[in-house]
């Protein structure tokens, strides 16, 4: 019997285990919890400080706080900052539409819906709180001009009444955050960023160990590096030396993308050389330390040592052009691994590093147009069938298709997106009328007020923490109070209350149609219109019109983690899709870089007679031309000063990188009908 009794207890302590295991899988954590009490005080004392100030919508100033809900203090800045000049050009673009049009509905609902079409526009070439910013100016314009579509005598008071709530929603936010210290981003994205440092040398050892990884591999690193972007441009308005930090994670950024690109055609070059020659060799090594674990006191000596062995190989004749350009990379990915560290230094300390790199976002032009497009063509056929219909209080279910259908506009799935504004409206107008018709049922009082809206925010707080439940959570902390609509004394219409609950759902279920039916951009046109944008600039980078070459670097990486996302199918199929897209970013890069370091060459003047034909043999694709004038362009430097030399080393790498490119792929890259190739 005792023996049975040991036999069962490991099981129920299993059994228990599991049970305290999935439990623990729904309990947030401490940090969740801190981060739903700083939401939580803010909002009250946003309530009450508009309250104190007898603001006319009190309600404005907690939703503005839970806009801004972010769990960490430089998001929420940022998000600030862009909401309050978001708000401002919005308010005054309102008092300009009622001036113009508050005679004429018909035009005033007309310039609105362009005028939020013009603003999501934009918004999809910002990026992160600037494409926040852009939007919510198109969207406050719905909520100023239409909330006095019948008395627009009234609209600068409530535009005033507007900006007036944003402001205490931002300064309480902001008290809250620095008050209850929130955690910094800086801080939390140094362990990310170290982590992808890490990550890209260890996909560096890996590729000077089995040579090339494939298109999957480094999807996958670039998708690790990419988002990152969004938190080192929120990182400058923390601190004092917020910006040098901020400079610093984008420099450490670029930098990663440089060296995975870097070390892809060193393998690539190493590989057609029949017996790597002791420069090589020594190149390679150096590499090998750099990407085990660089020692910063090192670097600067193997940069130098690499300098040397580039310039050695241009001055000997017979070395081949493959091995310059092993070299060549070797000291890129050097360089490369050097503004990394100098960028993740300056991210932990805080010192001016040594450069600032630009993080362009990627955008195509037809999901832009599409996506504008979807929320004018939503909010006119909603005001029509709302005016049609003669419903009461339609400008409030306008401003609600307006402020929704926008957002929806810049977030990545769309169709998500208004998923989570169905379930949210609806757990926002179930709790609203819970709290006001149940709990407060006529109670006056503010401290009953904070208590009733505690839960619902600290519960659409956990769910906004979730990527999987984001939408629901914030527009449940959004719409919450919107439908709960405290005032000073507290109102209880239940048939007004009953009709805004309805037309915010009303406005939801339009969303879902309309993201579903209007212009709808599937993944297989998103790889579509990337592909031609991709065209497209490859097209005007062997023109020589590529821009900057560490700015395009940052771009493709974008636009290939965008394209990552797009990709579907099987592993085939997606495998291809990858493999194209790589091949015109690698191609665009080398050319852009080759023309501008044509350029800077062409200063030099025995090295003018090649540079035409070299230019021509770019903008028509030829191979083989391109590699008889990188060996033209190595025989005219010989005779030249050192730094001409390690000039001409990096275009050559970048022409025979194009040249190799263009042979391996020529029958892709004739199909796209923009060189010869």
Not at 352 to 372: I, K, Q
């Amino acid at each position: 019997m005792n023996a049975r009794l040991d036999s069962a207890a490991p099981a129920g302590g299993s059994r228990l285990d599991r049970l305290i295991d999935a439990v623990d899988q729904y309990v947030p954590r401490l940090p969740a919890w801190a981060f739903a009490t700083r939401i939580w005080l803010a909002m009250m004392l946003a309530l009450g400080v508009a309250f104190w100030l007898q603001l006319e919508s009190a309600s404005s100033a907690a939703t503005c706080v839970a806009i801004l809900a972010q769990p960490k203090r430089g998001q929420a800045l940022s998000k600030a900052v862009y909401r309050l000049v978001g708000t401002l050009i919005g308010a005054a673009v309102s008092i300009v539409f009622i001036a113009l049009f508050g005679q004429d509905r018909v035009l005033l609902l007309t310039s609105v819906a362009v005028w939020l079409g013009l603003c999501v526009l934009v918004a999809q070439y910002l990026q992160d709180t600037r494409a926040y910013g852009a939007m919510l100016s198109g969207y406050t314009v719905g909520i100023v001009a239409l909330a006095q579509i019948d008395t627009p005598q009234d609209t600068f008071d409530a535009a005033t009444a507007r900006v007036a709530a944003i402001v205490i929603g931002i300064v309480a936010i902001t008290f809250i955050n620095d008050a209850l210290a929130s955690p910094s981003t800086w801080r939390s994205l140094l362990p990310t960023l170290t982590s992808a440092w890490d990550a890209t040398r260890a996909y560096a050892t890996e590729t000077l160990e089995k040579g090339a990884l494939g298109v999957v591999r480094t999807a996958a690193l670039i998708r690790q590096i990419a988002p990152m972007r969004a938190d080192a441009s929120a990182i400058a308005g923390e601190l004092d030396d917020g910006p040098f930090r901020a400079s610093g994670a984008r420099s450490c950024i670029a930098a990663l993308y440089a060296m995975a690109a870097a070390i892809r055609t060193v393998a690539a070059a190493a590989a057609h050389l029949r017996e790597p020659s002791p420069a090589v060799e020594e190149a390679l090594a150096i590499c090998r330390r750099i990407a085990a674990g660089p020692d910063p006191a090192r670097l600067d000596a193997e940069d130098e040592r690499l300098r040397e062995l580039v310039d050695e190989a241009i001055r000997d004749a017979d070395r081949p052009i493959d091995e310059i350009v092993v070299l060549q990379r070797a000291l890129d990915f050097a360089c490369a691994a050097t503004f990394a560290l100098d960028g993740l230094k300056a991210l932990a300390d805080g010192h001016e590093p040594l450069r600032d790199a630009r993080l362009p976002t990627h955008r195509d032009f037809p999901v832009a147009a599409r996506g504008a497009m979807r929320v004018v063509i939503g909010f006119a056929v909603t005001a029509a069938s709302f005016v049609a219909l003669g419903l009461p209080q339609a400008s409030f279910a306008l401003v609600q298709v307006a402020a929704t259908s926008s957002l929806s506009s810049v977030t990545p799935d769309p169709k998500k997106f208004a998923n989570g504004v169905m379930i949210g409206m609806t757990l926002a107008a179930t709790f609203a009328g819970i709290a006001r018709f149940t709990l407060l049922n006529g109670v006056q009082g503010f401290p009953m007020l904070a208590l009733v809206m505690a839960p619902v925010i600290y519960l659409g707080c956990f769910l906004s923490l979730n990527q999987k439940t984001f939408g629901i959570g914030f527009i449940l902390i959004v719409f919450f109070p919107v439908l709960l609509s405290p005032s000073n004394p507290q109102d209880y219409d239940a048939l007004t209350f009953l009709l805004n609950a309805f037309l915010v759902l009303v406005a939801a279920v339009i969303l879902g149609v309309v993201v579903r039916l209007v212009l709808p951009v599937n993944n297989v046109q998103q790889r579509v219109f990337a592909l031609d944008s991709a065209k497209r600039s490859l097209a005007d980078a062997l023109l020589g019109e590529g821009g900057d070459a560490t700015t395009r670097t940052s771009l493709n990486a974008d636009r290939l983690f965008q394209f990552a996302g797009y990709s579907s199918g099987n592993s085939a199929v997606r495998k291809a899709n990858l493999s194209h897209a790589f091949t015109l970013a690698r191609l665009e890069a080398a050319a852009a870089r080759a023309h501008a370091e044509l350029r800077a060459l062409w200063q030099i003047e025995p090295l003018r007679a090649v540079i035409p034909g070299t230019r021509n043999a770019l903008a028509r694709g030829d191979d083989r031309a391109l590699e008889l004038s990188a060996q033209a362009l190595l025989g005219s430097a010989r005779g030249e000063d050192r730094g001409v030399r390690l000039l001409t080393a990096r275009a050559v790498s970048d022409l025979v990188s194009a040249a190799r490119t263009i042979a391996h792929h020529r029958r892709f890259l004739q199909r796209l009908d923009i060189a010869p190739f």
